[in-house]
């Protein structure tokens, strides 16, 4: 007999599995779920052998595009992606950092155009590995843990 | 592809600077020719700058361009809360050319990418100004015949001085070797010295400004150690007396040593040594003019015979 589930499981959608407990509400709100109608399930603070605590969240009947969802490697580059069909993981993904960031972060400079017009942010990621981003305008450089989501 | 707009000295690669400093050469011989005849040129200072201005509009007026444009803000519609885009794509129905100096940082680069016309940054915030680094680099080539190999030590604010780290980046395809000379609380920012790393350029760290520092160099860079960059007053005093050259300082230097400075000067290169042969600075300054009426041309496509 496996355990219990600590949250329900899914007949067809995307299981977000594995992210980072302080990342969860940021996901939600990259990924605009506040906005679906679908039925969302959030964990938070779950056993994780692997993490100690993590959260976890399902959606149901939804399919995420690649660029709608790698728009969360920002702040949790190591979640696992579960896309569920009939109860069955048919495919399991990755998120990957995309080389552009547009309009998901604001720039740490308050000197910079982007904080002073209106206009859409880009960053260009100079390192996936340690996430390191740089303004595409005024060329500032951001570590992973400096990042402000707009 | 020729670059359309100049916002980054990155923005050039090796062979743009050579045809710069070529174009920039025949400009020095006969700086006065028809070829802006017709056109108009917008200088857009939304802070005032007058050295760049003056540079920018004697290169456009001697290619007899017409300028329009504003030197200060205060007389420009951004005070009304006029967006940049606005101003830039009203400009832009009547200029062929916008030379644009901004306090913010990374507005050459949104304005650039708006502008119908070609831009030029004359200054962005503390982030690029090309033009001052593309003078430096023709200074260089002109008073060394060449940009290879050259032994350059660059002394002061290496911290803040943006002038310092555009020089290191156009240098860069040159194979230089940098003596960095500044106090401890102005020393090289660490990501230029993971550029030059990555380049394969040696450079070498001074505190003190040694002899040794100046007499391997074929161009000393002076540049400001300002009061307002320290966060610790003891230590500018300590150190405000440091990084100043005196003409004896030169007296084993290499012959063909220039003292380089972005200008203003203030202390930092005392009086006696303007009448030295080796102190270049004011016609650095000038070359100013001859490299920004190679760049706008350029920019523009017109061809300089």
Redesign the interface.
């Known amino acids: 007999m496996g355990k219990a589930l600590q949250v329900a499981a899914l007949e067809n959608g995307t299981a977000i599995d594995h992210i980072p407990t302080d990342a969860v509400f940021k996901v939600v709100s990259l990924l605009q779920l506040q906005r679906l109608g679908n039925r969302i399930t959030i964990g938070n603070n779950l056993n994780s052998n692997k993490m100690g605590t993590k959260g976890l969240i399902k959606v149901s009947d939804k399919f995420f595009k690649e660029d709608e969802i790698n728009r969360i490697a920002l702040v949790a580059p190591s979640v696992n992606l579960n896309i569920i069909r009939n109860f069955e993981v048919v495919e399991k993904k990755k998120v990957v950092l995309p080389d552009e960031i547009i309009e998901i972060v604001k720039?740490n400079?308050p000197?910079?155009?982007?904080n002073?017009?209106?206009?859409k942010t880009i960053f260009h990621v100079t390192d996936k590995e340690k996430v390191e981003i740089q303004?595409?305008?005024?060329?500032?450089?951001i570590k992973k843990e400096e990042i402000v989501l707009i | 592809m020729q670059p359309r707009s100049l916002v980054?000295i990155g923005d050039y690669d090796r062979e743009d600077i050579f045809r710069i400093l070529k174009s920039a050469t025949k400009f020095k011989e006969n700086p006065d020719r028809d070829l802006l005849k017709g056109k108009v040129c917008a200088t857009l200072f939304f802070e005032p700058s007058t050295r760049t201005r003056l540079s920018f509009e004697t290169a456009v007026n001697r290619l007899r361009g017409r300028i329009i444009g504003f030197s200060d803000s205060a007389t420009s519609s951004s005070t009304k809360g006029e967006?940049?885009?606005d101003t830039i794509m009203m400009v832009s129905n009547y200029a062929d050319l916008i030379i644009m100096r901004?306090?913010?940082?990374?507005?050459a680069?949104?304005a650039s990418e708006i502008s119908p016309v070609p831009l030029i940054n004359a200054g962005?915030?503390?982030?690029?100004h090309p033009t001052q680094t593309m003078l430096d680099l023709f200074t260089i080539y002109e008073t060394q015949g060449t940009l290879e190999n050259l032994t350059v030590t660059i002394v002061g604010d290496l911290k803040y001085g943006r002038a310092v780290h555009s020089l290191i980046q156009g240098l860069s395809y040159f194979n230089p070797t940098f003596n960095f000379v500044a106090p401890e609380e102005l020393h090289i920012p660490e990501?230029y010295k993971l550029f030059c790393d990555d380049k394969n350029i040696s450079y070498r760290e001074y505190t003190n400004f040694s002899a040794e520092s100046i007499n391997s160099a074929d161009i000393l860079y002076m540049t400001r150690v300002q009061k307002e960059r320290f966060t610790d007053l003891m230590e500018y005093e300590k150190v405000k007396n440091v990084y100043v050259l005196h003409n004896e300082m030169l007296s084993k230097s290499k012959e063909n040593l220039k003292v380089l400075h972005p200008l203003p000067r203030v202390k930092e290169i005392s009086q006696d040594v303007d009448e030295n042969p080796k102190a270049y600075y004011f016609q650095q300054a000038k070359n100013g003019m001859y490299t920004r009426q190679a760049i706008i041309c350029d920019l523009m496509g017109i061809n300089v015979s």
């Open positions: 720039c400079n000197k910079c155009i982007s002073n017009e209106p206009m303004c595409h305008y005024c060329e500032v450089k | 980054n967006s940049l885009k901004h306090h913010l940082e990374g507005s680069r949104y962005d915030g503390s982030n690029q990501k």
